[in-house]
């Protein structure tokens, strides 16, 4: 730090790795440090009153929490692709002020909620964890409901063992903001990320070629993800109006069993497939009320998620729900193949073989009809949100949608702090 700036309130911070100045609000600002170097001149305490002076009583200075280098890296990271949004709070955040009236419309037509808020940086990590959804040993995590993506592209950076992340959000507007950042995350470093595939306003998936990882966002109604079997960890820090819950309760029964689960609402009151037992089995770590984790809305209390382990295998109204999307997968690969030989356009989404190959789902249709019309989940009044695209329609940019989304009562609100790495 080199100046401060007296009326504006700002400090001139020098980033000695980069050369780089710039004028930060350091209340509001989040320092993760990488490397210390072997220097002992830094301290936080004013001269003599350190822990070496007889007369300072140890302060409480240090709070313990685990913060690796694979978190502060991808913290920096997101500060770029973001512009400094990563940790906004209160109830004015991008994702809050973004929405439009359109997203509203279209929200209340497809029985959507469009009930905002972030979990914060440190509460992704703390989710994350080994104690809690264990991501460090998964291969596949999807965010259903994923606002503006922070927290898809959060797992994605830190986790490198996540092979596929994919993100869906019901707000077209909120889902710019995220294909945006992929945008740039992708122009970050351009030897090891690219943009793998993308539909402007549908789709996109930024492919790490290192590691070969994808990040996959898509504007969708989640309630059509269409291969969540393949999850070992499903984000679902979302609001479901009641009269979604049976048709929840079916796409959560098709999850394979031992995926871990974060959930806003209280599955044990949501669950409603009768005759089925209730799959779902709550992480030890979180029984207390006391697991809380920081949110924009409760940056330091932290508020109380719901964690899952699924102990049972998908009962007949999960089975149903993958069949139908089986079923919709073949009925779109037969129209393709006939639009193909008829020479004309084409979708041009890839075969079964080719999908396969790349661990992707293949089908560009709207899927799942077989659990809407089954017995086990009412089918529910028309839904004119689009099925989430596959990873197959995303490397085809075949699908144009109808617009999406949207309700909304809630008042945007707040301020946001800026996260940079040292
Ligand atoms: C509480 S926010 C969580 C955002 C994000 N997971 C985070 O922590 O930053 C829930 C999001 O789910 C979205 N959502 C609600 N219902 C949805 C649906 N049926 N399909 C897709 N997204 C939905 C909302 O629009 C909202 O952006």
């Not at 497809?110 to 080994?130: F, Q």
């Not at 009320?289 to 009962?315: E, I, N």
């Not at 009809?369 to 075949?398: I, V």
Request: include cysteine; charge should be positive; proline fraction near 5%.
């Amino acid at each position: 730090m080199t100046q401060y700036h007296r009326s504006s309130g700002k400090h001139c911070v020098e980033f000695r790795h980069s050369g780089a100045r710039r004028w930060l609000m350091m209340l509001r600002t989040a320092f993760y440090i990488v490397d210390r170097g072997a220097s002992g001149e830094e301290t936080k305490e004013p001269d003599g009153v350190g822990p070496s002076s007889s007369k300072a009583p140890p302060e409480p200075w240090t709070y313990s929490e685990d913060l690796s280098t694979a978190f502060a890296r991808a913290q920096s990271t997101m500060h770029e692709c973001y512009g400094g949004r990563t940790q906004e709070t209160g109830h004015k955040t991008l994702g809050h002020i973004c929405v439009t009236e359109e997203d509203k419309r279209s929200a209340s037509e497809s029985h959507g909620s469009l009930l905002y808020g972030e979990l914060l940086p440190r509460g992704v990590n703390k989710a994350l964890d080994g104690r809690h959804l264990d991501a460090q040993r998964a291969s596949c995590l999807f965010d259903l409901g994923m606002g503006t993506g922070k927290v898809a592209m959060q797992a994605f950076l830190q986790f490198p063992n996540l092979k596929r992340v994919y993100g869906v959000e019901l707000s077209l507007a909120r889902y710019k903001v995220a294909e945006r950042a992929c945008l740039k995350l992708a122009s970050t470093d351009a030897r090891a990320l690219a943009v793998h595939s993308h539909a402007p306003g549908t789709s996109i998936a930024v492919k790490n070629v290192a590691t070969q990882q994808i990040l996959h966002v898509v504007h969708g109604n989640l309630m059509q993800t269409r291969d969540i079997e393949r999850a070992n960890i499903i984000m679902l820090e979302t609001e479901i109006p009641s009269d979604a819950f049976s048709e929840f309760s079916v796409l959560l029964d098709a999850a394979r069993d031992g995926a871990r689960v974060l959930t806003y609402l209280d599955l044990r009151k949501v669950w409603q497939l009768p005759g089925q037992p209730f799959p779902f089995r709550q992480l030890e770590a979180n029984r207390s009320f006391a697991d809380r984790y920081p949110t924009s809305w409760s940056v330091h209390r932290g508020h109380h998620l719901f964690l899952w382990v699924k102990v049972l295998k998908p009962g007949p109204a999960g089975a149903q729900h993958a069949s139908g999307q089986r079923a919709a997968d073949r009925a779109a690969d037969r129209e393709s193949d006939r639009r193909a030989s008829r020479g004309g356009p084409g979708d041009h989404h890839p075969t079964h073989a080719s999908i396969s190959t790349l661990a992707f789902n293949a089908s560009p249709s709207l899927a799942h009809g077989g659990a809407h019309g089954s017995k086990t989940a009412p089918a529910r009044k028309s839904n004119r949100a689009a099925a989430a695209p596959s990873w197959a329609d995303d490397l085809a940019c075949a699908q144009k949608w109808p617009a999406l989304v949207s309700r909304s009562s809630k008042k945007p609100s707040s301020s946001h702090s800026t996260c940079v790495i040292a």
